[in-house]
């Protein structure tokens, strides 16, 4: 297993360099970029992420624009940016500086590799914060939504699937496989509207609240505390986690309402192929009660595929979260971050969550080959024929 981990830690090398290669390509072909939007900025003609979404004051509305003062070198046309026209060559100049483009690509594309290389990825273009920290400041939503739709969807997937391939074709597997359905094609953020009407004063019951992650008062009393230490200063307090589970309430319900039929389904399928192999006739054969043969014969072998399927199932429960539901109760996470980075053209941003997700997905098939062969001692990854 030690050659196996070392091929697959060396391998992380290229998987990280291509990545940042082909975000770095991508974000100097995508149309736009700093350099306009601060322009934009300038000109008044900006438009904030989540007015693009609803749509807002100034969408498709030309805001005031610079006129030439006398005496100044002012950009009239063939400008390589869109939008200049009316601002000062040197404030254009000027931004270029701020944002590193008056320099040429491979040069910026050099510095962000050996900056990468230490995991230094730098300051927001926008925000006046490191890109590092700005993450960190997003992680504690992020963490509390992944961290709880993946316990919750794993705790109940996997019985619920063991217990309709026991039962298939009952009673039992129909409905639940009916409910399941159902579950999965409703919408989230529709769903999450749904309750908000339902229980958060909208219209009926004001049973939970609409926004954020705390109630106010805990909220400022949690703020001089870092991220973990507002976490152990929560934990030790029992009114505070009651309000954090509180306002958590809705926004788990809405995002896990459809993720648990793909594992539910997953599960019952593995558990069905297995059963029906010769080797379970066997051990049924040999006197051995139902409960030992399928969880000391068939669960091992029929959860390797749930397995397999688990680091990414944490990446998109841990980081990606859901945009709309987000936005719908007010939850500032990364899968918000990253939507509005990459609609603000915020690249260093864009690059370093790519990069982030790209390194902990590598990481965590690693963690999964390991738990593999936990599950089942026999798997020998170093003596598979490549």
């Not at 979404?53 to 063939?78: K, L, W």
């Amino acid at each position: 297993m030690g050659a196996y981990l070392l091929k697959r830690l060396l391998l992380i090398i290229p998987t990280l360099f291509g990545v940042l290669t082909m975000t770095f390509l991508v974000a100097q072909v995508a149309p736009g970029g700093p350099v306009e939007r601060a322009m934009a900025q300038i000109t008044g003609t900006d438009v904030s992420s989540t007015s693009r979404i609803g749509g807002g004051p100034g969408d498709g509305i030309a805001g005031p624009q610079r006129s030439a003062q006398p005496g100044q070198g002012v950009d009239t046309g063939g400008s390589k940016y869109r939008g200049s026209s009316g601002l000062d060559k040197e404030l254009i100049a000027k931004l270029e500086r701020q944002f590193g483009y008056d320099k040429p690509w491979y040069e910026r594309y050099w510095k962000m590799l050996k900056d990468y290389s230490r995991f230094e990825f730098g300051e927001s273009f926008f925000r006046n914060i490191r890109v590092i920290d700005l993450i960190a400041e997003k992680l504690p939503v992020s963490i509390s939504l992944g961290i709880w739709i993946m316990l919750i969807t794993y705790a109940i997937s996997i019985p619920l699937g063991i217990r309709k391939a026991v039962h298939d074709g009952a009673p039992f597997d129909t409905w639940t496989s009916g409910v399941l359905v159902i579950g999965y094609a409703i919408p989230g953020f529709l769903f999450a509207v749904l309750l908000i009407v339902l229980f958060a004063g909208a219209s009926f019951f004001q049973w939970f609240p609409l926004r954020g992650l705390h109630s106010e008062q805990w909220s400022a009393f949690l703020k001089p505390y870092s991220t973990t230490g507002a976490a152990f200063a929560c934990a030790v307090r029992p009114a505070c986690v009651i309000d954090y589970f509180w306002h958590l309430t809705l926004p788990l319900i809405a995002m896990i309402i459809g993720s648990f039929t793909t594992m539910a389904f997953l599960t019952k399928n593995s558990f069905l192929d297995e059963i029906r192999k010769q080797y379970v006739l066997t051990a049924r054969a040999k006197g051995l009660s139902e409960r030992r043969v399928l969880y000391g014969h068939v669960f091992r072998n029929a959860m390797l595929i749930v397995i397999s399927g688990f680091p990414a199932a944490f990446v998109s429960a841990f980081f990606s979260g859901s945009l709309l539901i987000e936005t719908i109760f007010s939850l500032d996470g990364l899968g918000f971050l990253g939507f509005e980075s990459l609609i603000n053209r915020d690249y260093p941003v864009v690059i370093a969550t790519v990069y982030i997700f790209a390194l902990m997905g590598m990481v965590l098939h690693i963690i999964s080959d390991f738990i593999y062969t936990l599950v089942d001692p026999r798997i020998d990854f170093e003596s598979r024929e490549v």
